[in-house]
C-alpha cells in the first residue's frame, strides 16, 4: 500500500465531518423560509438524484423481495432520522442537538460490547447528557419539544445503524444508500410540501437545498464509504465521535450559536464516552453519517 493509500482516508473522513455540519448550518438557513420539512424534503429529494445517478443501484442493487423490504425499511429509518433532526435544530443549537443524537449509535456500540470499562462511557454519556436535558431553567435551559425531537433522532440512528448493517450484508453499501434515500423521499417529499407549498419551488430555495443535499449527503457518504476500504473500523469511529464539537463549532462560525461553558463541558463528555465506545465496539456500519 502507497503512503497516499495510508494517508488521504484520514482527510477525507474530516472533510466528510466538516461538509456535514457545513450542510446542517446552511439548512438552518432555510428553516425560516420554508422550515424544517420542507429544508428535510429537499435535502432528502436532492441527495437521492445525486446518489442514484452515482451508485447506479438498478445494477446490482437488491435481488429478493425480503432485501426490498430491508432497504425500505431503511430508508424510512433515513428520513424519519433526518426529518426529526432538522426539527431539533429549528429549536435547539446545532451543537447540542448533535450530541443529544449521538445517544443512538452510543447505546449501540456499548450493547455490541461485553467489556466492563464500557461502564466507564455509560458514565461520562449520562453525566454529558445530565448537564443538556432541560431539568432546569436559567441560562443555557433548553427547549423540552427540540430536546424531545434529538432523542427521537437518536432512537432512528441507533436503529439506523442496526438495520444498515443488515442492509450491508446482502447489498452493496452505496447502492443501498441510493435506494434508500429514494424510499425516504416518498413521505417526506409529501411532507415539506404540505407545510411549505409551491413556496418549494422557489429557484434560490431549490439553489440553497441542492448546497444542501450535496454537503449533508453526497459528499461524506461517498468520502466515507471509500475511506472505510483503507482504514480500521475503529479508527473511522474515533474520528466520527468529533462530530458534535465539529457542529458546534460549524454553529459558532455560520450561525453564531454561542454555547455555555457547561453546554461545552456536556457536548466534551458525550466525545469521550463515544470515542471511547468505539475503540471497544466490534464493528462500525457502512451508514455512520446521518444528517
Not at 502507497?2 to 456535514?20: D, E, R
Not at 432538522?86 to 447540542?96: A, E, F, H, K, N
Amino acid at each position: 500500500m502507497s503512503v497516499n493509500a495510508k494517508t488521504w482516508p484520514i482527510p477525507a473522513v474530516l472533510i466528510a465531518i466538516v461538509s456535514v455540519q457545513i450542510g446542517a448550518s446552511l439548512a438552518k438557513h432555510l428553516f425560516p423560509m420554508i422550515g424544517a420539512e420542507g429544508t428535510t424534503a429537499l435535502r432528502q429529494a436532492f441527495s437521492a438524484i445525486i446518489l442514484v445517478a452515482l451508485f447506479q443501484p438498478w445494477r446490482g442493487g437488491p435481488k429478493t423481495r425480503a432485501d426490498w423490504g430491508l432497504v425500505a425499511l431503511y430508508g424510512g429509518l433515513l428520513g424519519t432520522m433526518n426529518l426529526v433532526f432538522y426539527m431539533s435544530v429549528q429549536r435547539l443549537p446545532l451543537g447540542i442537538a448533535v450530541a443529544i443524537e449521538f445517544a443512538g449509535p452510543l447505546t449501540v456500540a456499548i450493547l455490541g460490547s461485553r467489556r466492563w470499562l464500557d461502564t466507564v462511557w455509560v458514565a461520562f454519556a449520562i453525566a454529558g447528557l445530565a448537564i443538556l436535558l432541560p431539568f432546569h431553567g436559567g441560562a443555557g435551559a433548553l427547549d423540552p419539544l427540540g430536546v424531545l425531537y434529538a432523542s427521537i433522532a437518536g432512537v432512528c440512528w441507533g436503529l439506523y445503524i442496526i438495520v444498515g448493517q443488515k442492509v450491508s450484508d446482502r447489498v452493496h453499501a452505496g447502492k443501498a444508500v441510493a435506494i434508500g434515500m429514494a424510499f425516504s423521499m416518498l413521505f417526506t417529499v409529501p411532507i415539506g410540501f404540505a407545510h411549505a407549498g409551491i413556496q418549494l419551488f422557489d429557484p434560490q430555495i431549490l439553489l440553497w437545498g441542492l448546497g444542501v443535499a450535496i454537503l449533508s449527503g453526497a459528499i461524506p457518504y461517498t468520502l466515507e464509504m471509500l475511506a472505510l476500504k483503507h482504514i480500521p473500523a475503529k479508527t473511522f469511529g474515533l474520528m466520527m465521535s468529533l462530530e458534535p464539537a465539529a457542529a458546534a463549532l460549524a454553529a459558532l462560525v455560520l450561525l453564531s450559536e454561542w454555547l455555555t461553558g457547561p453546554q461545552w463541558l456536556a457536548i466534551g463528555l458525550v466525545i469521550v464516552a463515544s470515542a471511547g465506545s468505539s475503540l471497544t465496539s466490534k464493528r462500525v456500519s457502512m451508514t455512520e453519517t446521518p444528517n
